[in-house]
């Protein structure tokens, strides 16, 4: 049943989307007159919050010669991906895109997405109070509570999504312990939902230019038809963005004769 492959690279996006937010946060160091000293931009890495925390007690120790994680440092990662039935549409309706191709004109469509809400956690991890507060107070204020990103979900089809990421909580803890010679790192946590839509395989059909209808008397079909309705576009070489008309034929079969009549209509 799930045998024809596809990928919209939804998830990734929205993964890409979210990161990209934080990209160019900054921590700035200013000397006892208040002149800014050194300016660092904060890395920011897609890694679950226990990897650092494992490079840091792996080299915690300030009297060892090795490098040791550098800090201020950011890393996120996808965390729940939760069914949000309230944001449900109706399964039948289409998006849809006309294109050429060598046989001529196409339509692609795809079905209504399914709504899904993504769990983001962003770890700050900083080595004294202040870098924190620095880093925390540069993003809080944009989320009031949400900030909406657009994504291009389906170039093929044109279909571009304003997905908001709200912020849910922000959580603290400082695991500064042991001795002197041990290194400090505050870690922030904040807990984001981003409520995005996931798209499946997309279809490709022709585009329908001519509509036939035959009209029975009988349901059995065993009688011979009475009349005949053919709808086509006016012109026929017209596409579907064009300024176009319909011409329709009825046929009416009577005493094994049949009686046209032609009626152009304009949309």
């Known amino acids: 049943m799930f045998g024809k492959y596809f ?37 920011l890495a897609y890694a679950p919050k226990e990897k650092f925390l494992v490079r840091l007690e792996q080299q915690a120790s300030l009297d060892d010669r090795e490098f040791a994680i550098t800090l201020p440092r950011m890393g996120f990662e996808i965390k729940t991906l939760d069914y949000d039935p309230s ?6 309706q289409k998006h849809k895109s006309v294109k050429s ?20 956690d962003l770890s700050v ?13 540069q993003i809080l204020p944009f989320f009031q509570p949400d900030y909406t990103v657009t994504i291009n ?3 093929e089809l044109n279909l571009k999504r304003d997905v908001p990421i709200i912020l849910g909580n922000v959580g603290f803890s400082d695991n500064y312990d042991g001795s002197f010679t041990n290194r400090r790192a505050v870690i922030y946590t904040l807990s984001f939902t981003a ?15 001519k509509v036939q209808s035959d009209l029975f008397t009988d349901t059995d079909r065993t009688s011979a038809r009475e009349e005949r309705i053919v709808v086509v576009p006016n012109p026929t070489s017209a596409d579907a963005d064009d300024d176009f008309g319909f011409t329709t034929t009825i046929s009416n079969f009577a005493d094994g004769k049949r009686y046209d009549k032609v009626r152009d209509e304009d949309v």
């Open 195 to 209: 409520k995005t839509y996931l798209y499946g395989p997309a279809t490709t059909q022709k585009v329908i230019k």
């Open 125 to 137: 991890f900083t080595a004294t109070a202040e870098g924190g507060l620095q880093i925390v107070e």
């Open 7 to 43: 990928y919209n690279e939804g998830l990734r996006k929205v993964t890409i989307a979210f990161g990209a937010i934080f990209n160019n946060i900054t921590v700035q160091r200013t000397d006892s007159d208040g002149n800014v000293v050194q300016s660092i931009k904060v890395p």
């Open 153 to 155: 979900v389906v170039p």
């Open 87 to 92: 944001r449900k549409l109706t399964r039948l």
């Open 101 to 120: 191709s060598i046989s001529g004109k196409v339509l692609d469509y795809n079905y209504t997405p399914v709504p899904y809400n993504i769990g983001f």
